[in-house]
């Protein structure tokens, strides 16, 4: 993708990312977490600013703030970088990406479909269903789908 993308720093494990977000309204810290999901080879994505919890005495993402910070592209470009350097790591294990909002999910879908034939040389990407149980499965990706969320697998 021909679209900037911020530095980003990692844990030990590469299993937490973070980076500086520079804009309209100054620096904001963001984090980017793959976590294990019930399905012990499918990771959830979670993404937004890093913030101080002062009740939890620690560092939580705050994934429904709205930072407006009108470097959006570059946001989800360094995002998009780090399912590179995750699944790179950990080419077994499959991405869950999912907004905390519809909205975000609609956003996340049209990033992937103006970048689908690029994200295509490296991964093979779903659209995520979930059925009357709660059970999330893989279906086609269609860039007019109205998605629960998408799966990534490294080829």
Do not use: C, W
Request: glycine share 8%; charged share 25%.
């Amino acid at each position: 993708m021909n679209i900037p993308k911020y530095d980003l720093l990692a844990n030990t494990d590469s299993t937490l990312f973070t980076f500086e977000s520079y804009g309209t309204t100054g620096k904001i810290v963001k984090g980017i977490a793959y976590t294990v999901t019930k399905n012990e080879r499918l990771y959830n994505l979670g993404f937004g600013d890093l913030i101080f919890d002062p009740i939890q005495n620690r560092y939580i993402i705050d994934d429904l703030v709205v930072s407006d910070n009108g470097d959006r592209n570059t946001v989800l470009a360094t995002v998009a970088k780090s399912v590179y350097n995750f699944s790179e790591i950990y080419p077994d294990r499959n991405i869950f990406i999912k907004g905390s909002t519809k909205a975000r999910t609609r956003l996340y879908r049209r990033a992937i479909s103006l970048n689908f034939e690029e994200l295509s040389e490296t991964f093979l990407i779903f659209g995520a269903m979930e059925d009357e149980n709660g059970h999330v499965f893989d279906v086609p990706f269609d860039p007019n789908g109205d998605f629960y969320g998408f799966i990534i697998k490294r080829k």
